[in-house]
């Protein structure tokens, strides 16, 4: 499958019946073990919004969604990640991916995806545990200026 869509540069792959819908629901309901945050990732990369229906897509719009996704079937069929953890500016935890994103304030390059699976979920365990053991200093902290 993948192969062909790569092949295929005129047509995004986009179900008929989906192109009605914001381009990264279209996309996520389109390719077969696509994930929601990879979907919008497409559309950041691209620099498309993700809320536009995919049928009003312009032709440079559809390109530029043409060359990420090419570039990340690419990276599948090629294993080429980039395992990483991927952070918000106050450093909470946010993703994991084996691929590069962009929007994210800080980023943990690792090993391998186990490695940026164990170090988002010790950063989400480690949040929750302050929260639960301090939680008056907490509430203190976010409400300092």
């Known amino acids: ?10 047509n995004l ?3 008929e019946d989906e192109a009605h819908r914001p381009i990264d629901k279209a ?9 929601p945050i990879l979907a919008r990732q497409i559309c950041v990369q ?8 995919a049928d009003k897509l312009k032709d440079s719009d559809r390109q530029d969604l043409i060359k990420i996704c090419n570039k990340l079937f ?4 090629n294993k080429t990640y980039s395992p990483s953890t ?11 991916s084996p691929f590069n994103y962009v929007g994210y304030e800080k980023t943990l390059n690792c090993a ?3 490695e940026a699976i164990d170090t988002d979920f010790f950063f989400l365990d480690a949040s929750k ?15 300092s200026p």
Not at 1 to 10: A, N, P
Not at 88 to 93: E, L, M, N
């Open 27 to 35: 996309l996520l309901n389109s390719i077969k073990g696509m994930a």
């Open 46 to 53: 691209a620099g498309i919004d993700e809320r536009m229906p």
């Open 13 to 15: 792959p986009i179900k």
């Open 129 to 143: 545990k302050a929260r639960e053991c301090f939680p008056n200093q907490i509430k203190e902290i976010e409400a």
């Open 1 to 10: 499958m993948c192969r062909q869509i790569i092949r295929d540069f005129d």
């Open 112 to 114: 391998s995806i186990s």
């Open 74 to 77: 690419e990276d599948i069929i």
């Open 86 to 96: 991927y952070f918000s500016a106050d450093g909470q935890a946010e993703e994991f």
